[in-house]
């Protein structure tokens, strides 16, 4: 029919991963869900596709990056921009 591959989404929008909401979160936060979204892929990757799968240096490589990051540092440059909105 005409609706053929439109897609709706159903989830509450007041906690769905959307930019407003992820906005309400602190760095901290976002970078625990970072290093979780990348610790959880590449154990799905390598239980998939084994130790050979192309993508899971890329993965890692991420997830050093994600280690890395210093949340303190960017709550403190992102408390600059907090009051501006962003639709």
């Known amino acids: 029919g005409g609706d ?3 897609v709706s989404d159903t989830r509450d929008m ?3 991963p959307t930019v407003n909401n992820l906005l309400k979160r602190s760095c ?3 970078k625990s869900l970072w290093i979780t979204a990348l610790t959880e892929q590449i154990k799905a990757l390598k239980e998939a596709e084994g130790e050979d799968a192309v993508t899971l240096p890329y993965l890692k490589s991420e997830l ?3 280690n890395k990051f210093n949340s303190e540092k960017a709550e403190k440059a992102f408390s600059k921009l907090k009051d501006v909105e962003f639709s």
């Open 14 to 16: 007041s906690t769905a």
């Open 4 to 6: 053929l591959g439109m």
């Open 28 to 30: 901290s936060e976002l």
């Open 64 to 66: 050093e990056l994600a």
